[in-house]
């Protein structure tokens, strides 16, 4: 098992909005959340009606958000996340501290280089303490490049992380 997936459990989305209780119906659109937990390092995903969103209803711990469209329960989960959620996490766990949100910012940098969003332009240290530096897609080359700390995943880990990181981003209801 990774050395991540038995500690770093994500809550799944509950299919009813946060703040009134109320069903999630399939198709409409949502305010899916991702809020800190104080106990560990983990996320849960939160889920809320526009119209609560819109009154200034907000969870605590709230880290991020995007709007979404709720699935049906039959349909297959989509696979496309957007870009800017993407951009956004990997820039929000950039001052990360907790190894799991470094992990989770390392998978990050992993997918917005697959989707050439990142660019590796190279590293620096050595061991616990190497850094991937990453150069966003149309930066200017004269900006220094994002250091990314690699907390040397295995496949495993990696996979593990990716799937929770899809389970947060596009848990099925």
Known sequence: MSRFGSQY??????????????PLEPGTPCIATLCEREEDDGFDRKDFLPEAWEEGRRPEGLFSYWKTIVPSPDARPNLLVDDAVLTDLFERLGEETRPQR???????????????????????????????????????????????????????????????LGEILQGEL
């Open 9 to 22: 459990k994500v809550a799944r989305p509950t299919g009813v909005c946060a703040a009134t209780g109320k």
């Open 102 to 164: 470094i992990a989770f910012r390392f998978v990050l940098a992993l997918i917005l280089m697959r989707k050439r969003l990142l660019k590796f332009v190279g590293r620096e240290g050595k061991d616990e303490d190497e850094k991937w530096l990453m150069q966003p897609k149309g930066a200017d080359p004269a900006l220094p490049p994002i250091p990314v700390l690699n907390p040397h995943l295995t496949d495993e880990d990696i996979r593990e992380l990716t799937a929770q």
